[in-house]
């Protein structure tokens, strides 16, 4: 059975076929280069490593508190969960692309359909490859959301209903836009930012959400039955 993700027999096999692009010099480094060339196309960055993850997505400006950090984790594994699915479907789309090229080169008779099964069948490999290289990565980061969750989750918010923690954190999400306006900021900027955390801070005060209306309701109601 191949080694999944292996690309050094393609890359190997592939080498003589660079004489129609490459200066033989240049044929010749390459193929002294094959090794190598697998390590760097097995160990290239796809997707984002815990650093970006941490920094980049759930930074704190954007996710100031851990229930709003929770939710983006959610968010970003679910995108992943949907894209590694895809990318199954695909990949057996793959497989059987390659079953199909392997057929057809034990029963074809003309040499010029052979030579270009025999070129589908390598690219085939090699995207096969791609796929397995790319599931392996998207395995990597929804695992590590995973972690993410974990961590974020400290028992002091809902993990089920994401509206729960959203009037807060956007709150101190405004609240950090606000701190950053300037003279120099667009006049839409600021009334975008102050409109949002005016409003905000108003329907906090006032209690209005309809979400906070049941929950008053079913309080009420739970007391009235006592």
Request: with cysteine; net charge positive.
């Amino acid at each position: 059975m191949t080694e999944k993700r292996n690309i050094h027999a393609l890359i190997e096999k592939e080498a003589p076929s660079l004489n129609n692009l490459l200066d033989p010099e240049d044929v010749k480094e390459f193929k002294a280069m094959t090794a190598e060339l697998r390590d760097t196309w097995t160990k290239k960055q796809l997707f984002r490593t815990e650093t970006e993850m941490r920094m980049s997505v759930l930074q704190d400006a954007k996710y100031p508190t851990k229930a709003a950090k929770y939710w983006q984790c959610v968010r970003e594994q679910n995108v992943f969960l949907e894209n590694l699915m895809s990318l199954s479907f695909d990949c057996r789309r793959q497989e059987a692309k390659v079953k199909w090229l392997e057929k057809k080169l034990k029963s074809e008779k003309d040499e010029y359909k052979l030579e270009k099964y025999r070129i589908d069948l390598d690219e085939a490999r090699y995207g096969l490859a791609n796929m397995q290289l790319v599931a392996r990565d998207r395995m990597r980061e929804i695992k590590l959301w995973s972690t993410l969750k974990k961590e974020f989750d400290d028992g002091s918010f809902d993990t089920q209903d994401v509206n729960r923690h959203q009037l807060d954190s956007y709150h101190l999400i405004m609240k950090n836009k606000a701190e950053t306006l300037t003279s120099g900021s667009s006049q839409p900027e600021v009334f975008n930012v102050l409109g949002q955390l005016q409003t905000i801070e108003r329907v906090k005060k006032s209690g209005e959400m309809i979400y906070n209306k049941k929950e008053q309701l079913t309080s009420d109601l739970g007391a009235k039955d006592k």
